[in-house]
């Protein structure tokens, strides 16, 4: 097995477990926080519509400078959303931080793609996309499991942004 894949693997799982786990309860939060259906709705479209906004030139990005060093912009921009989430319950700054968080994830998401494609190697490509994605899906769904247990347990939501926050920051640092 290359090395390279399999760091690239455990990286990307773990940042997409904390992706995948985190949005699961975001709802239940803004609720826990009062916002309104209404509010709740405009936060998820804001996300869409960044993401979507995103694709295009996150591609493009790629192309033209290296997918460590845009990880790292992305995780550092998805630190900045976690730590704001801890600070504020304003429904303006939040949306602010929606739109952040969906330009953070889909740079994520296509550079995490990107560099896993480049470093492949093509007569093990099938065996290496099968590690990168079976560590995804595992990660995910344990992390889904794990959402579930903090939810019940009650664990301060401010507590566990700035955990996440501190990890993405980590794992930024990490992927220079």
Same mark, same amino acid.
């Given at each position: 097995?290359?090395?390279? $894949?399999?760091?690239?693997?455990? #990286?990307? @799982?773990?940042?997409?477990?904390? *992706?995948?786990?985190?949005? &699961? %309860?975001?709802?239940?939060? #803004?609720?826990?926080?009062?916002?309104?259906?209404?509010?709740?709705?405009?936060? %998820?479209?804001?996300? @869409? #519509?960044?993401?979507?906004?995103?694709?295009?030139? /996150?591609?493009?990005?790629?192309?033209?400078? *290296?997918?460590?060093? +845009?990880?790292?912009?992305?995780?550092?921009?998805?630190?900045? %959303?976690?730590?704001?989430?801890? /600070?504020?319950? /304003?429904?303006? $700054?939040?949306?602010?931080?929606? =739109? +952040? $968080? =969906?330009?953070?994830? *889909?740079?994520?998401?296509? /550079?995490?793609?990107? +560099? #896993?494609?480049?470093?492949?190697? *093509?007569?093990? &490509? !099938?065996?290496? +996309?099968?590690? &990168?994605?079976?560590?995804?899906?595992?990660?995910?769904?344990?992390?889904?499991? %794990?959402?579930?247990?903090?939810?019940?347990? !009650?664990?301060?939501?401010? !507590?566990?942004?700035?955990?996440?926050?501190?990890?993405?920051?980590?794992?930024?640092?990490?992927?220079?």
């Amino acid at each position: 097995m290359n090395q390279s $894949i399999l760091i690239i693997s455990v #990286f990307n @799982s773990i940042v997409r477990m904390l *992706k995948t786990s985190l949005f &699961f %309860f975001w709802g239940i939060y #803004f609720a826990s926080i009062g916002l309104s259906g209404f509010e709740i709705g405009a936060f %998820f479209s804001v996300n @869409s #519509f960044a993401s979507i906004l995103t694709i295009l030139p /996150s591609g493009l990005s790629n192309d033209r400078f *290296k997918s460590k060093t +845009l990880i790292s912009i992305s995780l550092i921009l998805a630190s900045i %959303f976690y730590f704001g989430m801890a /600070s504020t319950t /304003s429904f303006p $700054i939040l949306i602010i931080l929606s =739109g +952040l $968080i =969906g330009v953070s994830l *889909k740079i994520y998401d296509s /550079s995490s793609d990107s +560099l #896993f494609y480049r470093t492949a190697e *093509k007569e093990n &490509f !099938n065996k290496h +996309l099968a590690v &990168f994605q079976s560590l995804n899906y595992v990660t995910i769904s344990l992390g889904i499991i %794990f959402t579930g247990y903090i939810i019940a347990a !009650n664990i301060d939501y401010k !507590n566990i942004f700035i955990g996440v926050a501190i990890i993405f920051l980590t794992l930024a640092i990490l992927g220079f």
